[in-house]
């Protein structure tokens, strides 16, 4: 994502990775995020490893795409060697630029990652402008 101050999406610290933090219901986790833009619209990309669909909730109010849900324990009670997968809470917000057509977002949820489609309205959209020879 480009860095100018016209930017169609806003977060801070994109580009790192927060350390999950404590709640009171446990373990709250900042998912990572890929960001492409296009001409058309912006793709979000977020990390969420053991994930479902219906672990997700994703809204957008007041101008910001709001990211939550949790991740459910993997294996039950199990005594592990070792352990990296983090379960609990995750949550993530995203400020959207009025350049972002939020009753076009959609997402989807395949193989732990979310991806989420945000158009750009079609004022801010480039297009070709036909010269006609004289």
Known sequence: MSTNENATLNEQNVGQ??????????L?????VDIYESDKELTL?????????EDVE??????QLILTGNVQPRLGDKKFLGR?????????????HD????????????HGVLTVHLPKVEAVKPRQISVQAM
Do not use: M, W
Request: aromatic share 12%; net charge positive; with cysteine.
């Open 28 to 32: 709250t986790f900042a998912p990572r």
């Open 84 to 96: 990296e997968y983090g379960e609990g809470n995750f949550y993530r917000t995203f400020a959207l």
């Open 58 to 63: 994703l809204r957008f109010e007041n101008g």
């Open 99 to 110: 350049s972002i057509d939020a009753t076009k977002i959609v997402a989807s949820c395949k």
């Open 17 to 26: 990775h927060p350390a999950p933090t404590k709640a009171q219901e446990g």
């Open 45 to 53: 990309f977020a990390d969420l490893p053991g994930v479902r669909g």
